[in-house]
């Protein structure tokens, strides 16, 4: 079925300058990306996004990683989305992430690993709301 999730390019990413490199991939897994933006985060935006993970012992330091440069936010479009691009970017941890995947080729750490993807259609509604007016998705 037709989906959408929430993409985010992280900062570690765009600080190497290879935010095309994973569009190219996104792309070749056949999602679309149908709303896109590059911004930097302040510490209550990365707060507010990752606040489900606020108990987890590595809570400060995603939040100081994540507002550490620019992000590109993005809503992916296609056939099981949310699915689609948990594939093509791979295990949370790079060592675990199957090859191929954007984790495997780009990412530097378990923490620095180059994206975020809604991990469900719900949450990926809710990610999405907080990142985007609905005016700014072009399907
Ligand atoms: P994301 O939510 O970014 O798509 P994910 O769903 O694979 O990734 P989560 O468990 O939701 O992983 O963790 C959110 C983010 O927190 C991870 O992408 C990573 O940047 C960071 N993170 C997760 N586990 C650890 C850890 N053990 N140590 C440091 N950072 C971590
Ligand atoms: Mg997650």
């Known amino acids: 079925m037709a989906e959408r999730t929430l993409s985010i390019i992280k900062p570690d990413a765009t600080r190497r300058n290879i935010t095309g490199k994973i569009i190219a ?44 440069g620019p992000i590109v936010m993005q809503v992916l479009e296609g056939e099981d989305a949310v699915a689609c691009n948990r594939e093509v970017m791979g295990a949370t941890n790079p060592a675990d992430a199957a090859a191929g995947t954007i984790r495997a080729e780009f990412a530097e750490s378990i923490e620095a690993n180059s994206v975020h993807g809604s991990d469900s259609v719900e949450n990926a509604a809710i990610e999405i709301a907080q990142c985007f007016k609905p005016e700014e998705l072009v399907g």
């Open 25 to 68: 991939k996104l792309e070749e897994a056949g999602l679309r990306v149908i709303a896109q933006k590059r911004v930097k985060w302040s510490t209550a935006d990365a707060e507010a996004f990752y606040a489900v993970h606020k108990e987890r012992p590595f809570f400060a330091d995603l939040v100081s990683f994540m507002t550490s």
